[in-house]
């Protein structure tokens, strides 16, 4: 079974530059979640869905950052514009009824 | 707000030692997971509590929930190099709701 999917791996971009983040979660699962981690913050949730639907916010750094999940199979996380300070990794995970997460690989992000 | 407190951030241990990572939050969680990273990769799955005074054994791990749901520590006996890593605890409070990481734990082992 292929785990978690996430596009792009890495990605440099200049400030200013809309970035599109990609989450292929594991198929069946009703729960997705988009977590950034940084060195000095650790792991953030920034948000999760159930069924599709934003259950939880709250940890969306500000109007810059959207997420969707227009069906049971794919997500993004948008930032638009991107600042120096998104850089970090973005790590997206699914799991099955509030169970395990399984996370993908990460997209590294750095904005310059 | 909803917080898990997890010590120490670093330990560095010689190889063949024990190593303890705890994790505390204020309010009673629902349940708590542990996970590992491994330098350069992605949170890993290891167990979950869920029951008050818990007790899980995978090998030389032994994970532990306490009796007021409140804390839970992660032990290694005998650390060997593959060991190393973050282990992160992360508690939920509500069944089904988010997952709330602690700091992590980086372990390093010197053969």
């Known amino acids: 079974d292929a785990g978690v999917i996430q596009s792009p791996r890495h990605e440099v971009t200049e400030m200013g530059q809309e970035v599109t983040l990609r989450c292929k979660p594991i198929?069946?699962?009703?729960?997705l979640f988009w977590y950034r981690q940084t060195m000095m913050r650790g792991l953030e949730l920034l948000i999760y869905?159930?069924?599709?639907?934003?259950?939880?916010d709250s940890g969306m750094p500000e109007d810059r950052f959207s997420a969707k999940m227009p069906n049971a199979s794919f997500s993004t996380l948008k930032i638009q514009p991107s600042e120096p300070r998104d850089s970090a990794v973005y790590f997206c995970?699914?799991?099955?009824?509030?169970?395990?997460?399984?996370f993908g690989e990460g997209s590294r992000l750095t904005v310059l | 707000g909803q917080q898990v407190m997890q010590i120490p951030q670093y330990q560095h241990v010689q190889e063949g030692e024990d190593f303890t990572t705890y994790c505390n939050s204020s309010?009673?969680?629902?349940?708590i997971q542990w996970y590992k990273q491994r330098p350069g990769g992605h949170p890993v799955f290891l167990i979950q509590?869920?029951?008050?005074?818990e007790v899980k054994k995978q090998k030389r791990l032994t994970f532990q929930f306490g009796e007021a749901k409140k804390n839970s520590s992660l032990h290694i006996t005998a650390t060997q190099t593959t060991d190393v890593g973050t282990y992160f605890c992360?508690?939920?409070?509500?069944?089904?709701?988010?997952?709330?990481f602690g700091q992590g734990t980086e372990l390093s082992v010197k053969p």
């Open positions: 995970a699914s799991s099955f009824l509030g169970g395990e997460l399984f």
């Open positions: 198929s069946g699962h009703d729960y």
């Open positions: 869905f159930n069924n599709n639907v934003p259950i939880d």
């Open positions: 309010t009673t969680l629902s349940n």
């Open positions: 509590l869920v029951k008050s005074g």
């Open positions: 992360a508690g939920r409070y509500n069944q089904g709701g988010k997952l709330i």
